[in-house]
T-cell receptor, first 112, second 115 residues
């Protein structure tokens, strides 16, 4: 089955700096890679996703990249703000509506 | 779209008691998923339904756990004879597999504490 690894486990940045989170996956059958943000006491919220036929996707301050050959994908947040502080999870799935397998999470702290 | 709703938000129970959680998915979504999340970890898949059929169960889902989705709408997750190791956040998610498919949307979970 799929195994998703993620690093770093914790990340602290100054407000306005960029944050990068990297993930790897094991299952070649995975074609869909969502990223979720989880705030304290809440469920994971989908913030961006990328499919295997796309190498990069951007949405305002958030961008994701995918290297399917190397089985690597990354999340980039630019111009970080205190409200970006949360736990971020990368995940992999065969399709957008199938079960997702989560990485262990990255706790991001943005220092004002 | 009112989102995925879970009830209760918190449950404290004594070891050995049975508990039941409810999940109401987004109304047009045909798939419903249950996950478990322990502190500091990512959510782990437990089981999922497509309409009323339970299509997959993780090996994490011991025989003390049972999930149902009798009419293809809401779902319940029951844990019998709870153990302290069952303490976790139980998350429900739903998705749509038809045209214009939708990725998993999660509820805010039920936090279970077994004393």
């Amino acid at each position: 089955g799929e195994n998703v690894e993620q690093h770093p486990s914790t990340l602290s940045v100054q407000e306005g700096d960029s944050a990068v989170i990297k993930c790897t996956y094991s299952d070649s059958a995975s074609n869909y890679f969502p990223w979720y943000k989880q705030e304290l006491g809440k469920g994971p919220q989908l913030i961006i996703d990328i499919r295997s036929n796309v190498g990069e996707k951007k949405d305002q301050r958030i961008a994701v990249t995918l290297n399917k050959t190397a089985k690597h994908f990354s999340l980039h947040i630019t111009e970080t703000q205190p409200e970006d502080s949360a736990v971020y999870f990368c995940a992999g799935s065969e399709t957008s509506y199938d079960k997702v397998i989560f990485g262990p999470g990255t706790s991001l702290s943005v220092i004002p | 779209d009112t989102g995925v709703s879970q009830d209760p938000r918190h449950k404290i129970t004594k070891r050995g008691q049975n508990v039941t959680f409810r999940c109401d998915p987004i109304s047009e979504h045909n798939r419903l998923y249950w996950y478990r999340q322990t502190l500091g970890q990512g959510p782990e898949f437990l089981t999922y339904f497509q309409n009323e059929a339970q299509l997959e169960k993780s090996r994490l889902l011991s025989d003390r756990f049972s999930a149902e989705r009798p009419k293809g709408s809401f779902s319940t997750l029951e844990i019998q004879r709870t153990e302290q190791g069952d303490s976790a956040m139980y998350l429900c998610a739903s998705s749509w597999t038809g045209p214009g498919d939708s990725p998993l949307h999660f509820g805010n979970g039920t936090r279970l504490t077994v004393t």
